[in-house]
């Protein structure tokens, strides 16, 4: 087994456990429009890292949060639909990355890898995103946790009991920017966003608690990388849709079996 | 309860609020005293939410000023709950939410509502009542000084409408807890409201539930319905429209609403 077997690898694992509980908040706060928009207009800060060189995870990052910062700016205004705001600003952003990939030739040779992901070109500096990222993204959400579970209760009652919603829902918006940025090398553009929502819909069949889906959506993620590596290696196939491909057999596994189990275990 | 209290638990002072040019809220005065039992009731789209919204500081007001008493704390049951099925949620982890709670002491609200064999169920197997029990037994590990329930029994059957309302009397007054509450119900709440409010978008009316419900400006909103359910005090005090609403008689506004005007029992 080559290194960069063992990098995709690594690489992959640490997007899918920190994509655990942020897919399952994102499952839960119904923000999948929000987190497939965010994606997309990753693409921009993928062109601008490349022609800046300053390195494509900082660069999507940056983007990505400024793109939910400009969002929550203008969603204050009724009388346009949020996502119909989000719309706007991450597409925006998605049409300024595709001119500048127009314009630049080694951004252009490389497009459909940031698309689709290139796991098995993972290197080491990636990896050090990867799992730096990931790991300020946990370390975040474990202090956020209590106030973001409560707010996704009721987000009024929340803020009854004192929790400041619009602090803990800005900070939970970069958590996912980050998540993002490092995972567009594992999965690409396209895809981030069902590497945070299959694995989390799978694990609801199996769970009562709010920890225990993040904790067995992190797993079942784990699962998926691992299958669609070695599906990649086997058939040839490219790993980014291997990956998304295994979690969705996942997914419809845990569909058939999960009625078995709550037959045996009575109602969740 | 004597006056004893010199600060009001909460006040709001010609409250106003506006929405698309129209007032949802048109200089409403209120104040409530510790321990003290208000009820808010109205027609739809009287702007009672709105009004709870104001006092708890979850929007503001367009004009006027709301205090609350330094160091509050408020135990807030909203209209409605809904938690997503997507969620895999408890009663003993709703229960710790915001919470820093003894497990014995979970237990022991829970078991005031008369909730405790719900502990370990999820919440998305609990009926309406048995979820109000939970949010109430929630409210109060929270240790408030202030219950607001908006609207508390929506969705309940009718003999649980009845066992809330006394639950929330009982647990109120064992701790000398304030509540205010949005009610459609006056004649359940009757005996235990110490004052009711009665709004649309002003303050029709305020006082005793005796003479509130007397009132020749909440008949005309509520007709001979509200007044003639629980004792029958039906005396035409309105006429009715062509389409057979209820039009209030000319005389209204026979005292003036005082918003530090406390009736205890």
Known sequence: MGDFILRAALGGIGVALVSGPVGSFIVWRRMVVFGSALSHSALLGVALGIVWNIGIAPAAIAVCAAVAVIYLALSRDRRVADDAVLGIVAHAALALGLMVVAYVETVRADLLSFLFGDVLAVSVADLAWIWGGGLAVLAVLAVIWRPLLAMTVHEELAAVEGVPVAVVRLVFMLAVSVVTGVALKIVGALLIISLLIIPAATARRFTTTPESMALVASLVGVVAVLGGLQASIWWDAPAGPAIVLVATVLFLLSVAVAPLLAHRQGRR | ?265
Request: proline share 7%; net charge negative.
């Open chain 2, 1 to 265: 309860m004597p006056n004893a209290a010199p600060m009001p638990l909460i006040e709001g002072v010609g409250l106003t609020v506006i929405r698309n040019g129209e007032p949802v809220l048109d200089r409403v005065d209120i104040a409530m005293a510790s321990g003290e039992t208000v009820t808010i009731v109205g027609p739809n789209g009287a702007g009672k939410t709105t009004l709870l919204r104001v006092l708890m500081g979850l929007m503001r007001p367009h004009s006027g000023t709301v205090t609350r008493r330094p160091g509050l704390r408020i135990g807030y049951l909203p209209q409605q709950v809904p938690i997503d099925p997507a969620l895999p949620l408890t009663v003993r982890r709703l229960l710790s939410l915001r919470i820093d709670a003894t497990n014995e002491a979970r237990l022991q609200r829970l078991a005031e509502v008369g909730a405790r064999d719900l502990v370990d169920r999820s919440v998305h197997t609990l009926s309406g009542g048995e979820l109000r029990r939970v949010l109430l037994a929630r409210a109060l590990l929270r240790e408030p000084d202030l219950l607001v329930l908006d609207e508390p029994v929506q969705g309940v059957d009718i003999t649980g409408q009845a066992e809330l309302y006394g639950l929330i009397a009982q647990v109120a007054r064992a701790r000398t807890l304030g509540v205010l509450m949005v009610s459609h119900e006056l004649h359940f709440v009757m005996a235990t409201t110490d004052r009711v409010l009665c709004l649309n978008h002003h303050v029709c009316c305020a006082g005793a539930p005796e003479s509130v419900r007397a009132h020749p400006e909440y008949l005309a909103l509520f007709g001979g319905e509200a007044a003639g359910v629980a004792v029958y005090h039906h005396h035409h005090d309105h006429k009715h429209g062509a389409s057979g609403e209820v039009l209030p008689l000319p005389h209204t506004h026979t005292e003036p609403h005082n918003p530090n005007d406390h009736h205890h029992g």
